[in-house]
């Protein structure tokens, strides 16, 4: 499944009910080994064509992706986990930041428990920040030794619509 993310069109923004918060943080902790207290009418979710949305003070923090989410680069820098992420060198950054997707080529380290099918965040190799979200097309093990093809399939990036979703020009 491969997502359209420069047709972001959200609908139905209102704030989550208690329900929601519990079924959120539970699936946020699940992706990445970090306590989250999202809580009612201080967080909304919304629709778009292809996934859900969980937004911060306007801002998209979170997207649900068949039945799971994750933390989008916003939602990141905020709670940086330690775990489910790709690093990619610095020749591949440009690259990743323009919505490229992520050859293996360009990864030189992973974190272990990474999974083909998985989605996890890309990062920088210099100062460790994040640059975007994918979903993995090989285990982690097989990215760092792998030398060409696509590793990663680009979901989401920095410059993006869900990155801009909520910047007043």
Request: hydrophobic letters at 45%; one cysteine or more; charged letters at 25%.
């Amino acid at each position: 499944m491969y997502l359209v993310v420069n047709q972001l069109q959200v609908k139905k923004r209102r704030p989550i009910n208690k329900k929601e918060a519990k079924r959120f943080n539970k699936m946020l902790e699940s992706a990445h080994n970090i306590h989250f207290s999202l809580s009612a009418g201080k967080y909304e979710t919304a629709i778009s064509k292809d996934f859900d949305i969980i937004l911060d003070k306007g801002f998209i923090f979170g997207l649900i992706l068949e039945d799971t989410a994750h933390l989008s680069v916003r939602g990141l820098l905020s709670n940086l986990p330690e775990i489910g992420w790709v690093q990619v060198d610095m020749g591949a950054v440009p690259f990743v930041c323009n919505g490229a997707n992520v050859m293996a080529a360009g990864i030189n380290d992973a974190s272990t428990e990474v999974v083909k099918g998985q989605y996890v965040w890309i990062r920088e190799e210099k100062h460790k920040k994040p640059l975007g979200v994918g979903k993995a097309l090989f285990d982690a093990k097989d990215m760092i030794s792998a030398n060409k093809g696509k590793a990663i399939e680009a979901l989401h990036y920095i410059g993006d619509k869900i990155w801009d979703y909520g910047v007043k020009d």
